[in-house]
Structures are given as structure tokens and as C-alpha cells.
């Protein structure tokens, strides 16, 4: 099984289905998204990262954030572009960073990291401290509860997706011990499930 294929090749297959999922709040983010962009710096440099179809860049941009969303998947990315014209798109992994240090005023990470083979998210989570500028945040969605597998039929639309989580606490101890201080962590509960979203700053 390779992980990383699963996931570009499933989002490519669905990115459009993907988007229109997102339009009509399959997935309800508004409250903390509202939250996130109350702790940032007016005009202030956000990475997107697992961006998608570009939906989350699409509301920061008209914010007047200036937004920069990687994604592995090039068919999500293409529809980014259009979703968000005012925003920069680039194909990137999220465990190799090709960013600066201190690049950013926020990271968020919508649905993402849940993609990416659990060993790596301290690594992802040390990555996004150091583009991070100080005080900088992070919003973020990690697992629940603890979970590793496939999906045959994600979304109903017979594409394969891998997921790959940690629990709630081992998620918050990751997050300290990089050296994030969690401003709130709560449970979001979707209609595909309950996942941990957490607000944090780096030390």
C-alpha cells in the first residue's frame, strides 16, 4: 500500500465533488475560521496547507489575508486557482516545507494532516513552527480517536482515501512538545465524523 498515491490519486478523482461537498457545508468550519482569523495580523501571510479546492484560501483572501495553499493533488490545485485568483498555489507536500523560517503569520490545516501516515505528524507539526513568525497560529484538524485505514468509497464516490490518526491526547502532548501552547481544543463534529480542532500559538 502506498499512502501517499491513495490520497493524490483519490483527490484528484473527486475534486470537483470535493469543492461542491465543501460549498454546501458538508464540512461546517465557519465559527472556527472566524476564530482563527481574529488572532492574525490584518493583511497578514497564511499557509494553507492540504488546501484543496482553494474554499478556505477563497473566504481568507476576501479577509485581505494573503494566502499561499500547497496541496499534493493537481487537479485540486487547478480549481484553487480558480476559486481563489488573489491567492498563490503550489504543489507541495507538507512534511518538506520549502518555505523560510518565519514566513508566516498563520498555518491552517483543515482535513489534512489526517491523510499523511501518523509517524510523520511531528515532523508536519516541527514544519509549521518553523515557517511560523513568533506568536504565530496554528488552526488545525487532527483525529479524535486513534485510527489507520483505507476507504473504498469516500464520499460515495468510489475513490480510495487513506486516513491515519492519533488520539485526542497524544495529538495535544505532540503539539507541546514541538512547542505550540493550545489557546482551545475542542471536538468538531461533521457529518463524517468527530475530529480534534485545535487553536495554538507558537511559543
Known sequence: MNPDRIVESGYDKIYALYHARRVRRFWSIGQDLGDFAKLLPKGGAVLDAGCGSGYIASILERRGFEVTGIDVSRKMLGLARKNASK?????????????????????????????????????????????????????????????????????GSRATMYWSMFGKETNLAMLREVGFDAISSKP????????????????
Open 87 to 155: 491567492s498563490r498555489f503550489i504543489r507541495m507536500d507538507m512534511r518538506r516545507l520549502e518555505f523560510p523560517r518565519r514566513s508566516f503569520d498563520g498555518v491552517i490545516c483543515l482535513y489534512s494532516i489526517i491523510h499523511i501516515p501518523r509517524r510523520f505528524h511531528r515532523r508536519v507539526l516541527r514544519g509549521f513552527w518553523r515557517i511560523l513568525k513568533p506568536g504565530g497560529v496554528l488552526a488545525i484538524h487532527m483525529g479524535w480517536t486513534g485510527y489507520v485505514g483505507v476507504e473504498e468509497n469516500y464520499l
Open 188 to 203: 468538531s463534529i461533521q457529518k463524517d465524523g468527530t475530529h480534534l480542532f485545535v487553536l495554538a500559538r507558537k511559543q
